[in-house]
Nanobody
Framework: VQLVESGGGLVQPGGSLRLSCAAS????????MGWFRQAPGKEREFVAA????????YYADSVKGRFTISRDNAKNTVYLQMNSLKPEDTAVYYC????????????????????WGQGTQVTVSS
């Protein structure tokens, strides 16, 4: 299994970034996917999840209305569009493969996900 995140970088407050996660080595179109983030000195935090058919999505309250998770099963890629970025969004962002096809029953729990990428740094600063 391989998950490769990209699209991170430095952006000013109020700006936007689009993260991508290219997946291989498993049945991507049959797996729910998630995005998490981890800031220095803090625990890994749930951001968003999407079911295998992209019909269902779920967001952390802190990003609801600003971030959008999506997927392209033909490209084995999951995306995270991040708008209206704030300094508190600064973190390393990770994509992860759920153990289920649908969004996990407890989507914010790290142990609901079987595989993780290496992460991409997002820094929001003026």
């Amino acid at each position: 299994v391989q998950l490769v995140e990209s699209g991170g970088g430095l952006v000013q407050p109020g700006g936007s970034l689009r993260l991508s996660c290219a997946a291989s080595g498993f049945s991507f179109s049959s797996s729910a996917m998630g995005w998490f983030r981890q800031a220095p000195g803090k625990e890994r935090e749930f951001v968003a999840a999407i079911g295998w058919r992209a019909i269902n999505t779920y967001y952390a309250d802190s990003v609801k209305g600003r971030f959008t998770i999506s997927r392209d099963n033909a490209k084995n890629t999951v995306y995270l569009q991040m708008n209206s970025l704030k300094p508190e969004d600064t973190a390393v962002y990770y994509c992860a493969v759920s153990r289920t096809a649908g969004i996990p029953g407890r989507p914010s729990r790290v142990d609901e996900y079987a595989y993780w990428g290496q992460g991409t740094q997002v820094t929001v600063s003026s």
